[in-house]
């Protein structure tokens, strides 16, 4: 599931995917790959891009309601 939340947020930061990468030690694909949804991050690198975005687990990382 592609994380449109992530990079919404990283837009709104006027960030590109090579700064958060920086920010965020690992590289520019780990993070396209997380926004495409083809890589699920560790705890520790959710918890990284979130202090980085200034954003909550729960605003990036957890699965909307799909009721």
Known sequence: ???LRMKAARAG???SQQELAD????SRQTI????KGDYNPTI???IKICQVLDKKLDDLF???DQN
């Open 62 to 64: 957890w699965p909307e």
């Open 23 to 26: 920010k965020v030690e690992v």
């Open 13 to 15: 930061k006027d960030l």
């Open 44 to 46: 520790n690198l959710c």
């Open 32 to 35: 396209s790959s997380i926004e």
């Open 1 to 3: 599931m592609k994380n």
